[in-house]
Structure formats: C-alpha cells, structure tokens
C-alpha cells in the first residue's frame, strides 16, 4: 500500500476525530443546567398601566333654604322705639282706651317702612313721610280677644280714622289682624297680608292691571278682612285663598255688605266702598278723595 494513501488516511481520520470531539463538547455545554444561585438577574415587573388623572369633582354648592311659604306669614317684631318718642295725639276716648292714638312716623318708623310700602329714598315718590302718621288702635278678633293693632294712614284721614277703628271696637266688631302691610315682606305688594286676611291702609304701589297710583299709596285706602271681603274682576279672586268668600249671597262672619257695621261707619265719613263699583268688585276695599 503506498504510504501516500496511508498518510492520506490517518490524516482524514484525525481531523473526524477532532470534529466529533468538538460537536460533542459543544452540545454538551448547550444542554448543561445553570445553578440557580448563581442567576443573578433581577425579576423584571410588569410595566403599569398608565392611569387617567383623577378627574376634579368640585364640592356640592349649599345655599341657605328658602323659607316655605306660610299660608299665615309670621308678622315681624315691631321696632323698638326711641327714647324719645314722637308725642301721641289723643282724642277724646275715656281713659281706659288711651291705646287709640296717632303720631308722626318717627325714625324707627321710616326705616320700618323704607323699601317696602313706601319707596327707597333713590326711587320717586309722590308722597313724603311728613304726610303720613301712624295710628295704634285696639281691636276684637273673631274669638272675641283683644289685640293691639297698627296702620299707616294719610295725616288728612288720622282722626276719622281712629274714631272709625274705636267705634268697631266698642261694638266688638271682629278683625282677624291689624298689622303694618311691611310685615309681610312683600315690596309693594300685599299678596300675603290679603291671605292672612290682614287688615292695612298705606301701601305705596299703582292699582291692579294699572299705571296709576292707588289710594293705597296716599294712606287715603283701607282693606278690611281681606280674605272674607276678596277683590273679584271676571272670574279673577284676590287672594286666590279667598275663593269660598266669593259667594256674596252667602252668610258668614265678617263679611262686608251694606248693612254691615264697617260699612256705616266708613260711608258715614265719606269713603266709597268698593263693593258698589260697576264691573269689578273690591268688597274689602275702602277708600277716600282728598285731592291727590
């Protein structure tokens, strides 16, 4: 054999060798477990999930409550006085009923009245404080109690008026209420004094449905119980709370009609009632002409 082909041989064989050998440690080293302690990789967290920005829920808006309309509103407390005030003038009544009297409306009384019958000082006005006076009567309610009562009327009608309002109490004439319209916390207006069936006189605001000015606003103008004796023009009742009274045919308590007392004692003194008005009715309604 020729020592070409052997050299040719052994050199093949040795270079299988050394390949095999190779694959065998590569494949190996593949395969071969890694100990755990010596892993040294830190654990990778999951990425968050990015979250919306909290949305701004502003704080609940509180406001103070409304007062719930009362069918009767609560009159307020009456002022206090001055030290010094305005000198009452007395008529001619026995001692016991010194409680009829009137007077200038003093300071206490101005402010009382200032924005709500009578208008605030930047608003025009057709009658000054001067010409007004206030006027405290007694008076029997319909259980037949005695009350202090008040109104606002026009200096002109002061006497007649304090006589008009002594008679009905001599005679135990019923008045459910007699307070100051202002009371009631109605600018201009007497909605809730006519549901409470507050009697009143000054109120300085324009006729119903009118651009004109109502007695009312001279002091020359008085409704009596309102809600027994209510204003009805076409099917329209005021106070809307007066709607059993509209039946003047029937007979109650306090109802004004031409035979009643209040009615005598008012038309005696030359007011118009406004019971006897064509078309619309105002059956609480007196008033007097004294040229305004």
Not at 14 to 43: H, K, N, R, Y
Not at 61 to 84: F, G, I, K, M, R
Not at 137 to 151: R, W
Not at 167 to 185: C, F, H, I, M, T
Request: charged share 20%; net charge negative; glycine share 6%.
């Amino acid at each position: 054999m020729p020592s070409s082909w052997y050299s040719n041989r052994l050199l093949f064989y040795t270079v299988l060798v050394a390949v095999c050998a190779s694959s065998f440690f590569l494949s190996g080293c593949a395969s071969e477990d890694v100990p755990d302690a010596i892993v040294d990789v830190a654990p990778q967290s999951a990425t968050p999930a990015l979250s919306a920005a909290p949305s701004y829920t502003p704080p609940p808006v509180t406001s103070s409550p409304l007062p719930s309309p009362a069918s009767t509103p609560p009159p307020t407390e009456t002022p206090v006085v001055s030290a010094e005030p305005t000198p009452k003038t007395q008529r001619n009544y026995p001692v016991a009923d010194t409680a009829f009297y009137y007077q200038d409306l003093d300071d206490a009384l101005k402010a009382r009245i200032t924005g709500m019958s009578y208008p605030m000082p930047d608003e025009p006005c057709a009658i000054s404080y001067s010409e007004l006076c206030y006027i405290g009567i007694l008076y029997c309610d319909f259980t037949g109690e005695t009350h202090t009562g008040e109104l606002i009327v026009n200096k002109k009608l002061a006497d007649e008026v304090v006589e008009i309002f002594y008679e009905l109490y001599k005679n135990q004439y019923p008045l459910a209420s007699v307070r100051l319209v202002d009371d009631y916390g109605e600018p201009g207006d007497d909605n809730r004094s006519m549901a409470a069936n507050n009697t009143s006189a000054f109120n300085y605001r324009r006729v119903t449905g009118s651009k004109t000015l109502s007695r009312h606003s001279y002091g020359a103008a008085i409704d009596v119980n309102p809600l027994f004796n209510p204003y009805i023009d076409k099917g329209r009742i005021a106070p809307p709370e007066a709607a059993p009274y509209a039946d003047r045919d029937a007979d109650f308590p306090g109802k004004i009609d031409h035979d009643d007392l209040c009615y005598r004692l008012f038309t005696r003194n030359g007011w118009s009632w406004g019971g006897d008005w064509s078309g619309d009715k105002d059956y609480q309604h007196f008033s007097k002409d004294i040229g305004y």
